[in-house]
């Protein structure tokens, strides 16, 4: 599988996991699903990056730019492309922004969401060893995904086709 | 001026750049005009990204997926937007990507050139003491930019009217 092709993947998967989410709630939840969040996110590396338009069917209110980023623990096997599994205490996240159109082209704007999924074999053992989480215009205290039930749902849904990769999509590009 | 505006102007920036660039030439030259390559950009600290249309008028050639980095030495000064003039030794690069439009998503693709701005106050005083050079495909041997004179028609010309933000566009955006 070419790194092109599972990149495309990517963003369908991330266009499905808003999808799904939505008709979950639009607003934050009380508690999550005991998933941390990413402190320090905009330090980790660029694994890749898209923009979905307003005008993409899969994404409605979820459209913007996502900033895909790994972990320390994660980066060595994404980039030598394995061994998988990632080792625990991997951690992807999506770091959603929105944007503007000018002049043809497409600016990053304000922060509009955070996802992760963290890498731990034993806790998340029923969603493929990892847990899942989004919080509302990147704000640490609204995550969207009430529990591990529905981050099944939500998340772990769309990802499982992705088995062979760990259940990710993302892809290094140099 | 708000971060939006700026970013806005970055992009702007960015297009007539290379807008420039196309005039002067599209082979890469046998010598550059001394800026070094920026090695391990990848691994900087990424400041924003936009990606560029190919129906702009200001971009042809160079449309694409830019992605702004600041190595650790202009880092503080970029967070806090000052104090300016950055430290001598900050870069700033631009790592432009291609793209593919699928399902109304913009996806990253292959590297497709790398751009700096590299500071000097002394040694490029003649061009707000930044140098600047830009690399065909990212390929470290294949500078675009001949020398210092073209870099004020191809890229300093842009850059001027900031010289209240030392010349530059990026901003911070968390």
């Not at 639009?26 to 660029?46: E, H, M, Q, S």
């Not at 205290?141 to 849904?157: E, G, M, Y």
Request: glycine fraction near 10%.
């Amino acid at each position: 599988m070419s790194h092109k092709f599972t990149v495309v993947l990517g963003s369908a998967g991330v266009l499905a996991l808003f999808s799904a989410l939505s008709a979950v709630s639009l607003a934050a939840v009380a508690t999550g699903d005991g998933v941390p969040f990413p402190n320090g996110l905009r330090d980790w590396f660029l694994v890749n990056s898209l923009t979905a338009g307003a005008d993409s069917a899969l994404f409605g209110h979820v459209s913007g730019m996502h900033h895909i980023y790994v972990n320390a623990t994660g980066l060595q096997a994404l980039k030598a492309d394995g061994p998988l599994p990632f080792p625990d205490g991997t951690v992807f996240a999506d770091d959603v922004h929105e944007f503007s159109v000018k002049d043809g082209s497409y600016v990053e704007g304000a922060k509009k969401a955070v996802t992760v999924m963290v890498k731990d074999a034993k806790k998340y053992a029923t969603t493929g060893g990892w847990g899942f989480q989004v919080w509302a215009g990147g704000d640490p205290s609204k995550p969207l995904v009430p529990d591990a039930a529905h981050a099944i749902t939500a998340c772990f849904a769309c990802h499982t086709p992705q088995k062979a990769q760990d259940y990710t999509f993302s892809t290094y590009i140099p």
